[in-house]
């Protein structure tokens, strides 16, 4: 019984997507109607849709003076960031001020989104940078000869089973796979150039992949201010032209069946195991850890 209950809670997790739009908006500061949303990236970045689903809402929205992104996260896959780092710019030519607000980690892909907004604000303990692109193709071959499992494989082309967890990689496969993984490291690079306007060699010592503090981003150029989530706030306030205090808003989802059965945390993780397994993709602007 117990078994079956949690392989229908992972099952139930797979067909989650790591956000919904079945949402509840908190406010909360000063009285006024002019006011900061706040859209929040919490984790793995799997999947661009309910991101940006939240920017087109509040740049439409005109009490919404100005947006705050939120960045919690390691990264994630290329496509997705880089979707959600153009709806940023094209939130910012509607004529929308867009914050990014570092918490504890905003690396790779999260800043990969960060190059597209007015400003960046990080905490001196940030963990921020990690410029790159990362690949993985586990290898069983070993394990499978020793229990004895053999298999074939019939393709349409050389590099058609590329990246096969069956067989070691040939010399020509990873020399190929490198070409496409510099392509993508020149597009985050690109990003990097054009959001923080540095020189193109100054970025490229920096893009190695390594991470940097808050206070040491901002030492190298990559953010442009220290602080909390509340001086991103005052900052957004100020670019949208609120008097006094921002009124503050922000989403949050309700309580799902699956928070109900094994608590909030628990199925935030399933969930995002599951996203996991339904956007797997090879590339990724992601930090190890």
Do not use: W
Request: proline share 4%; charged share 25%; with cysteine.
């Amino acid at each position: 019984m117990v078994m079956a209950l949690a392989f229908f809670l992972l099952a139930t997790a797979v067909t989650t997507e790591t956000t919904t739009t079945d949402t509840m908006e908190d406010t909360y500061g000063s009285a006024g109607s002019e006011r900061v949303a706040i859209i929040d990236i919490n984790t793995p970045i799997m999947d661009a849709d309910d991101i940006i689903r939240q920017l087109r809402k509040y740049r439409k929205r005109g009490s919404v003076k100005a947006i705050v992104l939120r960045l919690n996260s390691p990264g994630g896959a290329v496509v997705p960031s880089h979707e959600i780092y153009e709806e940023v710019r094209r939130t910012r030519k509607h004529g929308k001020p867009v914050i990014a607000s570092m918490g504890s980690v905003a690396a790779s892909g999260a800043y990969y989104i960060a190059c597209g907004a007015d400003i960046i604000v990080a905490n001196p303990g940030s963990v921020t940078g990690s410029i790159g692109v990362i690949s993985e193709f586990p290898n069983i071959k070993q394990l499978l000869d020793k229990i004895g499992i053999g298999h074939s494989t019939i393709t349409s082309g050389t590099f058609k089973d590329t990246g096969s967890p069956l067989r070691p990689m040939r010399p020509e496969e990873r020399a190929y796979l490198q070409q496409t993984i510099d392509d993508i490291y020149t597009q985050f690079v690109d990003v990097v150039i054009r959001g923080r306007d540095m020189e193109a060699d100054s970025v490229r010592q920096l893009a190695d992949g390594r991470i940097f503090t808050g206070r040491q981003a901002m030492e190298h150029g990559l953010v442009d201010t220290l602080g909390t989530l509340y001086t991103a706030i005052r900052i957004a306030g100020n670019l949208g032209k609120i008097k006094g205090e921002p009124r503050v808003m922000r989403e949050r989802e309700r309580e799902s069946l699956l928070d109900i059965f094994v608590g909030a945390h628990a199925s935030r993780s399933l969930e995002r195991l599951g996203s996991s397994l339904q956007h797997e993709t090879p590339l990724e602007y992601r930090m190890l850890y």
